[in-house]
Structures are given as C-alpha cells and as structure tokens.
C-alpha cells in the first residue's frame, strides 16, 4: 500500500495521468481484497464469541446424557475465539485493517515531505 501511494505520489508530481489512474486503481483493489480478508477475520472472531452462548441458551437440558457431559467442554472451547493470523504473528480483523491503512499513511505523509524538500 505503502509503495502504490508513494508511486501515485510520484506520478501526480510529474502529471503523468496514466500512470497515475493505474496505481489508483491497483491501491484500491489492494485495499478491498486486504479489507475482505480482514472482515472475514472479523466475522469469524464474531461467530465464535456467540458460539459458546449459543449452546448455553439452547435446551441442553432435553439432551441425552453423553451430550450433555460434552457441553461443558465444548462452551470452555468456545471462550477463546477463533481468529485467522497471519503467520501466527498478528489477528487478521478489522482493527488489524485500520492499523495497516494508519501506519500506511503516516509513512505516506513522511515519504511526501521528503519529497517536497
């Protein structure tokens, strides 16, 4: 994202419309394929908090016994939420789209000064 910007920076500097609409058009295709990852991340995390108070609502009571006995268990799983990473290193959700796109164009910003000077 960071090189596209600095790339568009760079075309609109020099007047070169070309180039310019086709970094434009690859940063916003960067961004919605980084933001529909990102909100598949965020749905999943969403789906699995409401998993274990989906089961502690549900007639449990009505279960045959073995069920039962795996309810527990099942609800203690279902605390933690499942996330997609990015190489176990960091969660891949919306807060992880909305640190990207900051951190983007604070280097965006510095990289525009440098080129001003």
Known sequence: ???????????????????????????????????????????????????????????WYTFDLSMMKNLPLIILRAVNPQQLTAGKFVAINLMTF????????SYLSVLRVIIKR
């Not at 699995?48 to 089961?55: D, V």
């Not at 909305?98 to 164009?105: D, G, N």
């Open 98 to 105: 909305k640190e990207i796109l900051k951190a983007s164009v």
């Open 1 to 59: 994202v960071l090189l596209s910007g600095f790339l568009l920076l760079l075309s609109l500097e020099i007047n070169d419309t070309y180039a310019a609409a086709k970094h434009s058009i690859f940063i916003v295709a960067l961004l919605v394929q980084l933001f529909l990852y990102c909100f598949a991340g965020q749905t999943l995390e969403f789906q699995s908090e409401e998993l274990a108070y989906a089961i502690y609502k549900s007639p």
